[in-house]
C-alpha cells in the first residue's frame, strides 16, 4: 500500500493512474493506488491494464471508471484482432502507446504537424495522434513493430540503416511507415512523389537527402525481392 501526498495524487491522475480513497485513514488528502496482477482475459485496459481492486474503482467495459465512460473498440493491430477497453476519446496513438505497449509511434506534438506517430490505416499513412479510436475501430492498422520478420529487418528499415538515415531515431519510426506507404503504392516513385510521402514527417537532426536515399535504396531492394 503506497500512501501519497496531495501532490503526488495529483500527478496520479494527471499520468492517468487510477486511485481511490483509502477507507483506513481519516486524511482526506491521502488515496491508495492499487496494480491488479490479474487483468481479465480478452481484453485490454486504460492504463496498461492497472486499476483499482474495489469495485466503483475497477474497469469495467462499457462501464464507467472514475467518471469516464468505457468503451470496446476492435481493430486489427498489425494482422492480429486486438479488443480494447478505452475512453471513446482516446487517440489512436494513445491507445498504441499506453494500452497496448506499442511505443513505436511517439508523441512529438499531439496536434499532427511532426509526423513522428504515423501509422499505416488501411494503406494510408496518417498521424495516430489525429486518429481518434473510435474511427479506427475495425479497420487496419500498421505500426513500425508489425514490419520485421522472425528477427528480420524490413528492407526499409535496413535501408534506412544502410544508407546513414538515421540520427536520434526519434522520427525514424515515422519516416519508415511513410516510405512503406508509398512503396506499398509504387516501387518506382519519382523524387517528387518521395519529397510529398515524407512532407509531413519533420527530422530536425539533419537534412532530408539521405532519408530520401533511403527510400530509394528500398525501393531497388524491394524490387529485387519480387523478382
Not at 28 to 53: E, F, I, K, M
Not at 81 to 90: A, E, G, K, S
Not at 101 to 106: D, N, P, R, W
Request: include cysteine; aromatic fraction near 6%; proline fraction near 5%.
Amino acid at each position: 500500500l503506497h500512501l501519497l501526498s496531495r501532490r503526488q495524487r495529483q500527478m496520479c491522475i494527471r499520468d492517468r493512474l487510477y486511485t481511490v480513497s483509502n477507507p483506513n485513514t481519516r486524511r482526506n488528502n491521502v488515496c491508495a493506488v492499487y496494480h491488479d496482477r490479474r487483468p481479465l482475459p480478452g481484453t485490454q485496459y486504460a492504463g496498461a491494464d492497472r486499476y483499482s481492486r474495489f469495485g466503483h474503482g475497477r474497469i469495467t467495459p462499457g462501464g464507467r471508471s472514475g467518471g469516464r465512460h468505457m468503451e470496446n473498440f476492435s481493430l486489427y493491430i498489425n494482422d492480429v484482432l486486438r479488443t480494447v477497453c478505452v475512453p471513446p476519446q482516446w487517440t489512436l496513438l494513445r491507445v498504441l502507446r499506453e494500452t497496448l505497449g506499442l511505443t513505436g509511434a511517439k508523441n512529438g506534438c499531439s496536434s499532427g504537424d511532426c509526423g513522428a506517430c504515423r501509422v499505416i490505416l488501411d494503406g494510408t499513412a496518417v498521424n495516430a495522434c489525429k486518429v481518434p479510436i473510435k474511427d479506427a475501430a475495425g479497420h487496419r492498422v500498421e505500426t513500425i513493430e508489425g514490419l520485421s520478420r522472425n528477427g528480420q529487418l524490413h528492407p526499409i528499415q535496413q535501408a534506412f540503416i544502410d544508407c546513414g538515415a538515421v540520427q536520434c531515431g526519434f522520427c525514424t519510426p515515422g519516416m519508415v511507415m511513410s516510405a512503406k506507404a508509398l512503396l506499398d503504392k509504387t516501387l518506382h516513385p519519382s523524387d517528387e512523389e518521395i519529397r510529398e510521402a515524407l512532407a509531413p514527417n519533420l527530422c530536425r537532426c539533419t537534412g532530408y537527402y539521405k532519408i530520401e536515399e533511403a527510400v530509394r535504396e528500398a525501393a531497388r531492394r524491394l524490387e529485387a525481392q519480387d523478382r
